[in-house]
Structure formats: structure tokens, C-alpha cells
């Protein structure tokens, strides 16, 4: 029986990423649960002829835990989206504080769960999840993930474009973090090659991948941010993370804190770096081993990674600040 958790999903990603979990046949309960709104989301998608059940929750009676019991995985969408002329990094201090209660709740309620973070801004929500998991003695960097496969799921698009590809075809990693330039795709390991691109398809392919959701913030003018591409994305990432809890070999990458994951730790002693997204594979207890993917990289891409690393260690130590104020 395999239990996943959807927190803040009355929201605009999590109304669309609930849908999808409901209708995937790895899921036999889905737990919903948000500050409103819940309840009728769930009522709603329980009438989908799929085989799991689904169970809304709101805060009274201490609905969050009451939705952690048990839980397996557990995604979390909630807080705020950007608005035009925000960054990511804009949001720090609102969802900052989200993710650090909510972190809390699993920690007590559910520290054997994986747990899928999709709240911006990434490269600073996670470290304060991981810092609040060890506060509490549970954690376990082999569970907790940034989501960053939007950025993968553009990336594929885009070339999908350009070279006349099915995206479904096409295959490119992108690590680094879920911000601007901290993002970093690796054409050089694109298939289709991207090599009869001109120089300045690729430069733009790169800066549309990095800045892709500042595309969508604009065309929703105050409306929020992706939600339907992230909701696809972070669904996506969920299925691969449960084929590896179901014991089959999946891979994808995410932003994780790489000393607790075999092969992560001469990564960030390499990178001086604690945080990244990064490719890795996954098995029942979720990430079994970062894949080593440096030597593949050109002498451009390295540096395009160290300026992320750059960014992601700013953001990183934002975190830290936060978190140390926050206990
Ligand atoms: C995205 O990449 O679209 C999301 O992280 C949302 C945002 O604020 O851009």
C-alpha cells in the first residue's frame, strides 16, 4: 500500500498535481491537504474511476499530521508564487517559514517519508527542510528532494523545437539549482545533438531554459507562476521517485544535499559545494547514489557551474541565517 501526501494541494499546483497522482496506478491513498479548500478538491477527485483513495484535510484537528500518518511520500507545493518583477529569491521570507512548520510536522509525524519539495525559492526551502530534519534528529538526505525537473521538462521541449524532435525523445540533463543562472543545462549530453544549433540558437536555448518560468509569471500577469508545466513536472519526478520505492531502477535528477548520498560526498568536495541538483538513481529507500557526471562536462559548462554553485551557496547561507533565528 503506497500512501502519498499532497501539501497545499487546493493550490495552483496542487489541484492539477493531485489530479495526476490520482490517476497513477503506483498510488493506492492520496492525503490532501491545505489551510482551505481541501476537503472539496479531494471530494471532487475521488469521484475518478482510479484505483486509490483520497481523503481530505484542512488544519482543524490537527489535519496535517492526521494526512502524514503513514505517509510514503509526500509532496509539498505550498506557499506563495512569484508575481512580475519578483524573483524566486523574492519569496524567501514568506515560504521560508511554510516549509520550516510543515518540515516540522514530518519530522514528527513522518520521518521515514520521501519527501518531494517543489515551494521556491529551491536552492534556499531545501536547506532549511534538511536543517529542520536535523534539528529534530531525522534526517535522511537520501529523502528529502528539491524539485527540479521543470527545468528538465523545458529543456526537452525546447530542443524538442529546435531540432524537430518529439520531446518525448529527447534526453539532456540539467543540474546546478532552480533559479536563473545557478540552472545549467548540459547541452554538450543532449540527444538529440544540439551541435546544428548556431552559436546563438544554443546561447538562447540556455537563457530560455534558465529563465522559462519568468516567461510564464509575465504571461500571467499577477496571476501567479507555472503551475501546470510544474504540477507535470513535479508528477513526473514523483513517478520516477516511486518506481525506485516499487524497486525498479529509475533515475532523474534533484537538488539535494550531496554529504549524505553515496557519491555526493567527493562531488561537493570537489565542487566546495554542499547543495545541488545533480543526476541520481533511485531505489526503495530513495536516492542510492549520486552519478558522477564531471567528467562529461565541457570547459564552458564547468563554467557556467561554478558561477551556480556561486548562487546556490548565497542562497544556501540565507537558509542558514533563517534557520537559525527560526529555532
Ligand atoms: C518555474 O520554474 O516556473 C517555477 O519555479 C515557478 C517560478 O517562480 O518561476
Do not use: W
Amino acid at each position: 500500500m503506497v500512501k502519498v501526501v499532497v501539501i497545499g494541494a487546493a493550490g495552483g499546483i496542487g489541484q492539477p498535481l493531485s489530479m495526476l497522482l490520482k490517476m497513477s496506478p503506483l498510488i493506492d491513498e492520496l492525503a490532501l491537504y491545505d489551510v482551505v479548500n481541501s476537503i472539496g478538491v479531494a471530494a471532487d477527485l475521488s469521484h475518478v474511476s482510479s484505483v486509490s483513495s483520497v481523503t481530505g484535510y484542512l488544519p482543524v484537528n490537527n489535519g496535517l499530521e492526521q494526512a502524514l500518518s503513514n505517509a510514503d511520500v509526500v509532496l509539498i507545493p505550498a506557499g506563495m508564487a512569484r508575481k512580475p518583477g519578483m524573483t524566486r529569491d523574492d519569496l524567501f521570507k514568506i515560504n521560508a517559514g511554510i516549509v520550516a512548520n510543515i518540515t516540522q510536522s514530518i519530522a514528527k509525524k513522518a520521518p521515514q517519508a520521501l519527501v518531494l519539495l517543489i515551494s521556491n525559492p529551491i536552492n534556499s526551502t531545501v536547506p532549511v527542510a534538511v536543517e529542520v530534519m536535523k534539528r529534530y534528529g531525522v534526517f535522511d538526505a537520501r529523502r528529502l528532494f528539491g524539485v527540479t525537473t521543470l527545468d528538465t521538462v523545458r529543456a526537452r521541449t525546447f530542443i524538442g523545437q529546435l531540432t524537430h524532435t518529439n520531446p518525448r525523445e529527447v534526453s539532456v540533463p540539467v543540474i546546478g539549482g532552480h533559479s536563473g543562472v545557478t540552472i545549467v543545462p548540459l547541452l554538450s549530453q543532449s540527444k538529440p545533438s544540439t551541435a546544428c544549433l548556431s552559436e546563438e540558437e544554443r546561447e538562447n536555448l540556455i537563457h530560455r531554459v534558465r529563465f522559462g518560468g519568468d516567461e510564464i509569471v509575465q504571461a500571467k500577469a499577477g496571476a501567479g507562476s507555472a503551475t501546470l508545466s510544474m504540477a507535470y513536472a513535479a508528477f513526473r519526478f514523483a513517478e520516477i521517485v516511486l518506481e525506485g520505492y516499487e524497486g525498479e531502477d529509475s533515475s532523474s535528477t534533484s537538488f539535494v544535499y550531496l554529504p549524505g548520498i553515496p557519491g555526493g560526498q567527493e562531488l561537493a568536495q570537489k565542487l566546495d559545494v554542499e547543495y545541488l541538483s545533480v543526476p541520481m538513481l533511485f531505489g526503495p529507500n530513495g536516492a542510492i547514489k549520486v552519478v558522477n557526471m564531471l567528467d562529461k562536462l565541457t570547459p564552458e559548462e564547468l563554467d557556467m557551474l561554478n558561477v551556480a554553485i556561486d548562487g546556490v551557496k548565497d542562497n544556501v547561507k540565507k537558509a542558514m541565517e533563517f534557520v537559525n533565528q527560526y529555532f
